[in-house]
């Protein structure tokens, strides 16, 4: 089998556009969540997310193009002008059958789906757009990269929930892997912060109603987290065949090493008990290293800051690691971000990959009170000098769909 390493990243998040506003962000322990401005949050239980609010759609795309496209297609393209900028990655007729692209989306274009319904209750059907449709489906992500960049092969998106970026990630891996392709550009995007979007998470209690702390309100493994924050953008990286992106002088941040994906066969919305899926698929990401537990120096956990998340994910690391679950560092990202859903993987992905580079980890913010259940090194508040070696990443969806990916160091 071919090795995988990483070659470029970029990030469009609530911490900003861009790469380098998501790393200052980040070590500096910085909060992108805000009251909602997107709709009127006038009656609703939750009014907080993480909106990217610096975001301009004609930095990345020609004007007359922006009117066919959700808006989590146009987070993917920018993410991806990044990956491919910092990349260095050339398409060309030579090799652009060997490119591929796969980008997911746990939603899609719910914005546009509630747009045109009203419009169509309004107006009939002649007020919907003729773009309509290909606003909304997902794979129209890859679609639009690929011909923004002329990649020619594989190109697809995975759909699973929370898990979505890093499906698309590891299975992109895969394909070069097997000898698919020779380059892949991955990830994921979401933008989902609408009355839909909002109104049905809040219905199911799983969002946090801290409406009067924003900033505070994303607190993972802390004692008083209440629900998660939804947040969105997208986190893209470009995935190359070792030997060829050594060839060409490419920097690479890491190997991808290893990959694992579970089911937990349990229940649509709730891990099962004691983290018994998440424990198989790091074990496998692991087998698949040939790596042991004590090669790990840190986790971007899946780290959501609902109840039963949390806890059980920690078990999960306690069960498989051992010991040596109390030597780990594990932060969560999405105190900062917010849970991107179908985008969040991507998002951490890159970071992962960030601190691996500039060796640093980055914090879990909002750790106030510990919770005497949830009692490993969270890298509470502050960011951490510390090489990084192998790291994991976690992600974990409805359904009982797990995802882990590791990178370590070539």
């Known amino acids: 089998m071919r090795r ?25 322990g910085k909060s992108g969540i805000d009251l909602i401005t997107r709709f009127d949050t006038a009656g609703f239980p939750v009014r907080i997310a993480g909106e990217v609010k610096d975001f301009v759609a004609e930095e990345f795309i020609d004007k007359k ?10 987070y993917s393209l920018a993410a991806s002008h990044f990956a ?4 260095g990655f050339q398409i060309t007729e030579e090799n652009a059958e060997r490119v591929g692209v796969l980008v997911g989306a746990g939603l899609g274009g719910l914005p546009s789906i509630e747009r045109y319904h009203s419009a169509l ?23 639009h990269i690929s011909m923004r960049y002329g990649a020619k092969g594989p190109n697809i998106s995975s759909v ?16 070069i892997r097997r000898g698919d392709a020779d380059a892949m ?11 839909l979007g909002i109104g049905g998470f809040a219905v199911m209690k799983a969002l946090s109603d801290r409406n009067d702390s924003p900033q505070t309100a994303s607190r993972p493994f802390e004692k008083n987290r ?39 066969a349990y ?11 998440a424990v198989r698929c790091m074990r496998m990401a692991l087998n698949n290293a040939g790596l042991n537990p004590e090669d790990i120096t840190y986790i971007n956990a899946h780290g959501t800051s609902t109840p039963l998340n949390d806890l059980y994910e920690t078990i999960a690391i306690k069960t498989l690691f051992g010991d040596h679950a109390k030597k780990l560092m594990v932060s969560s990202t999405k105190s900062m971000t917010g849970h991107a859903l179908g985008a969040a993987g991507g998002l951490e992905a890159v970071f992962t990959l960030m601190a691996m580079e500039k060796g640093v980890v980055p914090p879990t913010i909002n750790y106030e009170e510990p919770d005497p259940e949830c009692d490993l090194d969270y890298v509470p508040n502050t960011a951490r000098d510390a090489a990084v070696t192998a790291a994991l990443s976690n992600n974990f969806g409805f359904g009982g769909t797990n995802a882990t990916l590791l990178f370590k160091k070539v």
């Open 4 to 28: 995988v390493v990483v070659t470029g990243v970029g990030v469009v998040s609530p911490l900003g556009t861009g790469n380098g506003k998501n790393w200052d962000a980040l070590i500096a």
């Open 65 to 74: 193009e922006i009117k066919k496209m959700d808006l989590f297609i146009q």
């Open 267 to 277: 229940h649509l919305t709730a891990p099962a008990p004691g983290g018994e899926g």
């Open 226 to 264: 209440n629900g998660f924050v939804m947040g969105e953008g997208s986190g893209i990286v470009i995935l190359e065949e070792y030997e060829s992106a050594r060839k060409r002088g490419a920097k690479i941040y890491a190997e991808v090493a290893g990959y694992g994906l579970t089911g937990d």
């Open 185 to 195: 550009i991955a990830g994921g995007t979401e933008s989902t912060v609408t009355p």
């Open 160 to 175: 699973s929930a929370c898990a979505t970026s890093t499906h698309s990630i590891g299975d992109a891996y895969q394909i």
């Open 121 to 143: 209750l309004e107006g009939g059907y002649k007020k919907i757009s003729p773009f309509f449709i290909p606003m909304l489906i997902i794979n129209l992500a890859p679609g």
């Open 84 to 87: 491919m900028e910092d990349s």
